[in-house]
């Protein structure tokens, strides 16, 4: 059924979870179904590894080195995301269109995509800490306004 859907694809987008190691290893499989589905194709397409979810380095299980190696191995396009904040996204999808096009992208282009974040430290004293009412732990709760 898979091959219905990638029929006449220019691109395939293997995504993943960097939370989420099962994902990772599923890949190889995924690779290798969508390669035997598009091998009598005129052109192959090209094919790009995206790491999702990188908001949550803290829960990150695949590290980066293992990404690129994976990449490198089988001759993926690599990118890195966060579909929930946006970070990347645009970008990752102009590279894209920009190597089926066979165009390269400047710096400047590329940098245009970067969302600026800027963040005030602020020190509070220990005793004004929130703290979450739904918990027993005595840590004190993040927040960002």
Request: charged share 25%; with cysteine; proline share 3%.
């Amino acid at each position: 059924m898979l091959d219905k859907y990638i029929f006449g694809a220019d691109a395939v987008m293997l995504v993943y979870d960097v939370a989420n190691t099962a994902s990772f290893d599923n890949l190889e499989d995924w690779l290798e179904v969508c390669k035997a589905a598009l091998a009598g194709a005129e052109k192959p397409p090209t094919f790009a590894l995206v790491a999702n979810k990188i908001d949550l380095e803290h829960l990150r299980a695949i590290k980066s080195d293992k990404h690129h190696k994976f990449a490198q191995e089988n001759g993926l396009l690599t990118y890195a995301v966060s579909a929930k904040t946006g970070e990347g996204v645009s970008l990752c999808l102009q590279k894209i269109a920009a190597d089926l096009l066979g165009i390269r992208l400047s710096k400047q282009e590329q940098e245009q995509q970067q969302m600026v974040v800027k963040a005030e430290i602020v020190q509070y004293r220990e005793d004004t800490l929130p703290r979450n009412p739904n918990s027993a732990s005595a840590s004190a709760v993040c927040s960002i306004m």
